[in-house]
């Protein structure tokens, strides 16, 4: 698959390769414009499949977008910078996000059929 990064929906699905797609209106995150490519906020669509009801971001990183995001990320400048275009993230919040996100996938894992004794 060859999908420009700029219209990543072009070819389909990026899980199932259907081209039945909704496209949804948005904004590319202040913090994510700046540090990915030093622009502004800027529309961007998210892209919900019909079939399998996977979303996309329509617009993605190329490569060198994904590196100057992705540079030390989550170091501790990197919380200062992006605190100050998301006043409500910090480490503290990211932490506890984290916690919580792993003691549910914890829970819901061990709900798994597959993994029921007996
Ligand atoms: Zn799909």
Avoid at 76 to 93: C, G, H, I, L, Q
């Amino acid at each position: 698959m060859s999908a420009s990064h700029l219209a990543r929906h072009a070819e389909g699905c990026l899980c199932c390769g259907t081209t039945n797609l909704t496209a949804e209106h948005t904004l590319i995150s202040l913090y994510l414009a700046f540090k990915a490519f030093n622009a502004g906020p800027a529309p961007c669509r998210i892209i919900r499949c019909n079939n399998c009801d996977f979303r996309f971001y329509d617009r993605g990183l190329s490569e060198e977008e994904g590196n100057a995001y992705y540079q030390k990320y989550r170091d501790e400048n990197y919380f200062t910078e992006r605190n100050k275009f998301e006043p409500f993230y910090t480490r503290a919040v990211h932490d506890d996000l984290t916690e919580r996100t792993e003691q549910r996938l914890g829970a819901w894992i061990l709900t798994m059929p597959f993994l029921q004794l007996g």
